[in-house]
């Protein structure tokens, strides 16, 4: 495929699947869709990996690395994506899912020693100024602005995740082990962990296994988490991470107005501008070589984005 049409697709799923997300909170519990999800992403990366007879055993040091991956990228992020988009839109989440551009920089420079450019830290302030801008009309009724918050500071700590999660993937390319195999156990380690804390929570294991949660969780795990995943790591073989993370530039854009679709997010003067700052910030942040990283980096850089 032509770059412009992988772009395209990985923007596009990944613009939807925060909306898809909506129909997996169906009185489920989150940690059971997840653990769902990423069970039947990772069956079909394994079952792929397997006709392409590529390396499937490594020993127990590498699994370590596999489960931590797993449990941070594809567990923990995910579990508190799903429980902020509860009270919040999808579209606010999916915007503020792109400050993992800036969790990244902060954990590359205390763990890798990387540079920080002065354009990054004005990406970063913008972003900052943008999300205030951007969710100020959601959080200000009194009546949801505890509630609101609270949802407001997961939806950040699901970025830290995913941000550490990214720096364990880069210290698992840089061992040379390939993306593909590293999804493939970070995913079922993921779904694994996510399944014991639903086990230990006692929330139960009781589905809700309507045709809508069905079909929404077979697009999340088939198109959200393989699909997606191929074109966008594709791309960021063949052009480099720094073209290939513009899809956090095209992603919140399309999930916002998704969600103006179906979720009657209503749009104010300060939602626009916030929504332009956030996406000025990451242009600044984005435009040429914001950071210089190893060839290997950014197997995940997003995304998040879901």
């Not at 909170?25 to 079952?47: D, E, K, Y």
């Not at 792109?98 to 990406?123: A, E, T």
Request: net charge positive; proline share 3%.
């Amino acid at each position: 495929m032509p770059n412009w049409l992988l772009f395209a697709i990985a923007s596009l799923i990944w613009g939807t699947t925060w909306y898809a997300i909506k129909f997996q909170l169906n009185g489920t519990s989150p940690l059971l869709s997840i653990s769902f999800r990423f069970a039947l992403a990772a069956l079909i990366l394994f079952v792929s990996l397997a006709v392409g007879r590529q390396r499937l055993k490594y020993p127990l040091r590498h699994h370590a690395w596999f489960a931590l991956q797993g449990v941070l990228l594809f567990g923990l992020c995910y579990w508190f994506t799903y429980l902020a988009e509860i009270g919040l839109t999808s579209g606010l989440v999916a915007v503020l899912s792109s400050l993992i551009i800036f969790f990244n920089i902060v954990f590359g420079k205390l763990l890798f020693g990387q540079r920080m450019l002065p354009k990054l830290l004005l990406g970063f302030l913008l972003g900052i100024v943008g999300m205030a801008f951007l969710y100020r009309d959601e959080l200000e009724l009194a009546e949801k602005a505890t509630s609101g918050w609270g949802l407001l500071v997961v939806a950040v700590f699901s970025n830290v995740f995913a941000s550490l999660g990214n720096m364990v993937s880069m210290r698992n390319q840089q061992a040379g082990l390939t993306v593909s195999v590293t999804n493939a156990y970070g995913m079922a380690y993921g779904s694994l962990s996510m399944m014991l804390l639903a086990l230990f929570t006692e929330q139960g294991l009781a589905v809700d296994f309507t045709p809508t949660y069905a079909l929404s969780l077979v697009y999340l795990a088939v198109f959200g988490s393989v699909i997606a995943f191929y074109c966008y790591l594709t791309l960021l073989g063949r052009q480099g991470p720094g073209k290939a993370a513009y899809t956090t530039l095209t992603v919140p854009v399309i999930a916002i107005f998704v969600s103006t679709l179906f979720e009657g997010f209503t749009w104010t003067w300060a939602a626009f501008v916030g929504l332009l700052l956030v996406l000025s910030g990451n242009w600044v942040a984005l435009r040429k070589k914001p950071v210089s990283t190893p060839a290997k980096w950014a197997d995940n850089e997003k995304v998040s984005s879901q």
